[in-house]
């Protein structure tokens, strides 16, 4: 697509999100106009106040800075249909909670809650539905041959020979291997079966670039015996203005992600298995503090009943705090009503021999240091309550691996068990609703580490949603 093309598709995808904008505004409107009595036509021929213009257009500006910052207005060729969705939500969710903030700061009397419910409704569902049929409408120009982006791959290695064959299967992406780049051609059958040429060797990819139209450049060799080769490549890339690729294999690694950043002006390839920062994750502690807010003031009564039960029945605190650990392996004290005798931790290492729990965890069904009213909290899970402040502080979530007690870290015998500590622990998790304490070790394990894996806001919600029936059968509860 050239680029008077690209800058006109632009332009009408800009003023196609106004339109959205000031469409979703006028049919968000429509309650208040029907509770204030007014017809369309009466509406239309009151003045609009200066003040509100000025917000009006502050709050188009502030939009356009949302959808730019979600980069809506860039390439979005190499993102997926669910990253699409993903980040019109987001947008239009940051959209209109400025919106509410403004209504609010500035006293908005038409901006109520079912105003604040058909804008975010509306400019959703508009702004992705289009942006589908703009992407649906790419992908087909594409694979008639239109919006291509010719590549040139450096390297005839088997992972390039794979990656290439990976692209060529999906039109969608619109890239056309125009050769592949290297000293001579080894005598693969793969190579030879990929139907591409050997356009130039090394030295001669700066001469081929000059001459041929060359959109990317896709570098596929390995770093540590051709480092020098691929910089001056980068470098002419650099010059240019070609886009360059990198294909590394620089670690055996199979789970962690790579992302490009940039530190204090200096770029860096960062490699994580856990979630970073972003815009989920911003989303996950904000309903974390939500919730655990809503949760322990719906359920006062019962933590105040709870407390006063424990005090009548049993000598000691009310409150049970033990050290566990948390993000990072950082030290954090739990908070769980008390549900054993006084001295029960003095006593693990005389119960030790009774241990029913594969692995270093400790854990007994008819655990003899249990009150009788800890055995009913526990069955209810009453005493977990307590910990939604620790989700508050900080130290937890609510859902993520169970935080566990330093005695059971210092058994682990795997390194990758360690993994669980580069999230935020939960008060519930996958294997919560997998059986609870009825599994083994290891398999506990192997559902956190597919937590971490597989994570999203979406298996948030649907673990959250298959814990409160988990509770009320007390399943594996112990």
Known sequence: MSSVRRQMLLTMLKFFDLSVMVAS?????????????????????????????????????VWHIIFASFNFYESRRLLSRESDIVDTLNATSLCTLAVAAAAMLFHIRLVDVAFIVVLWGAGSTTIMLSRLALRYFLHSMRKRGHNLRHALVVGTNPRALQFVGRVESRPELGYRVIGFADEKWPGLKAIKESGKRLVCDLQGVAEFVRNTVVDEIVIALPLRSFYGRAAEIAVLCEEQGIVVRFLPRIFNLHKARSTAEELAGYPLLTLSTGPLDGWPVFVKR???LVLSSAILLLLSPILLMTALLIKLTSPGPILFRQKRVGLNKRHFWICKFRTMVPDAEKQIAELEKLNEVSGPVFKIKNDPRLTPVGKFLRSTSIDELPQLFNVLKGDMSLVGPRPLPLRDCNGFEQDWHRRRFSVRPGITCLWQVNGRSSIPFEKWM???????????????????????????????AA
């Open 446 to 476: 192997e559902l956190d580490m597919q937590y971490i894996d597989e994570w999203s806001l979406w298996l948030d919600f649907k673990i959250l949603a298959g814990t409160i029936p988990a509770v009320l059968r007390g399943s594996g």
């Open 286 to 288: 904000a309903l974390d």
């Open 25 to 61: 505004f006028l049919l968000a409107a429509v309650p208040a106009l029907y509770q204030s009595g007014l017809s369309f036509s009466e509406s239309f021929s009151m003045r609009i106040k200066v003040q509100n213009f000025v917000l009006f257009m502050a709050l188009v500006i």
